[in-house]
């Protein structure tokens, strides 16, 4: 699941956080949340994870970010205290 939020949250970073003040620090965590996916994968060198990366679809909103929904849904179950997306 961390490689979900990691590039959930870069994502939001690229569409959402161009003038947000603490862009710098959410961008490193985001990809430190990817390095620590793709480093528990046995992913060690800068090829392997930009083929990782592509092949998990984490360059794909459209397939992360409901992918992640359904995560949180598994965990959350009923117990959601906001609407879900």
């Given amino acids: 699941m961390g490689a979900l939020v990691g590039a959930t949250v870069v994502y939001l970073c690229q569409v959402l956080g161009r003038e947000h003040p603490e862009l710098e620090e959410l961008q490193q965590r985001s990809f430190k949340m ?4 793709a480093g528990a994968q046995g ?13 998990q679809q984490l360059n794909n909103p459209e397939y992360f970010i409901p992918r992640l929904a359904e995560k ?14």
Avoid: C, R
């Fill in 34 to 37: 990817l390095a620590g996916a």
């Fill in 72 to 85: 949180l849904a598994e965990i959350v179950g009923d117990e959601w205290l906001f609407g879900q997306f």
């Fill in 43 to 55: 992913i060690e060198t800068q090829d392997a994870f930009d083929t990782w990366y592509v092949e």
